[in-house]
């Protein structure tokens, strides 16, 4: 069936480093979402990509989509400790017409020492 | 606006009782959808809802049942709960099922089956 796999699963980093998490489907996808979800709480809507190829930043996050719309990557710049928690791709499963029922990656847990 | 919320907490059960998780949203959105979270994974749909008097499975709908009698909410309904049950259980709905929409998530129950 349709799976979204990200790697790593965990990463922890110093403060000021860079990060990035990959997420990589087995279907094509119309679009990709990425959530953060920081401990103990819940998922927040950070970007949606749409266009094959395309980049988007916030900030110090940048997004990007394969060009093949089956890969998406995640990285941070200069990591704060902010920016601690589980970051979730999503895509739409496949065939699911317009109910927006989603398949989400099992996500990437990212740790930042102080 | 509240948002989405979602009552229990934190809730722990013995094997073979039942309970309702409660979920209400105020943003007039037609889609719900209910989601459950297992430690170190990422989350998996249960059951949702395109409108009110709508329902259907999602991924992993056994051991649970939902309704829309109304827009605003759709309560969760676990029967002769078990151990597997044990999870973080998420509500979260959308304004439209388009590929531009995104979901808004509730702050999640943590239930524990013992």
């Known amino acids: 069936g349709q799976q979204v796999m990200q790697i790593p699963q965990y990463q922890h980093v110093q403060e000021g480093e860079d990060f990035t998490t990959y997420c990589n489907s087995s279907?094509?996808?119309?679009?990709i979402q990425w959530y953060k979800q920081r401990p103990g709480g819940h998922p927040v809507f950070l970007i949606q990509?749409?266009?094959?190829?395309e980049v988007k930043k916030q900030k110090r996050l940048t997004f990007q989509f394969g060009e093949a719309k089956k890969n998406s990557s995640l990285h941070i710049t200069a990591t704060q400790t902010t920016d601690v928690g589980t970051y979730f791709c999503?895509?739409?499963?496949?065939?699911?017409?317009?109910?927006?029922?989603?398949?989400f990656g099992q996500g990437t847990t990212l740790q930042v020492k102080p | 606006n509240a948002g989405v919320t979602q009552t229990p907490k934190f809730r722990i059960l013995k094997i073979g009782q039942s309970m309702t998780l409660q979920c209400a949203q105020d943003?007039?959105?037609?889609?719900m959808y209910w989601y459950r979270q297992d430690p170190g994974m990422g989350l998996k749909l249960i059951y949702y809802?395109?409108?009110?008097?709508?329902?259907d499975k999602g991924e992993v709908p056994n051991g649970y049942n939902v309704s829309r009698s109304t827009t605003e909410d759709f309560p969760l309904r676990l029967e002769l709960a078990a151990p597997s049950q044990t999870s973080v259980y998420f509500c979260?709905?959308?304004?439209?099922?388009?590929?531009?929409?995104?979901?808004?998530f509730g702050p999640g129950t943590r239930l524990t089956v013992l």
């Open positions: 279907t094509t996808l119309s679009n």
């Open positions: 943003m007039n959105h037609n889609y």
């Open positions: 979260a709905s959308s304004y439209l099922a388009t590929f531009t929409d995104t979901q808004y």
């Open positions: 990509l749409v266009k094959s190829g």
């Open positions: 999503a895509g739409p499963i496949k065939g699911s017409g317009n109910t927006g029922k989603l398949i």
């Open positions: 809802s395109v409108g009110a008097g709508i329902t």
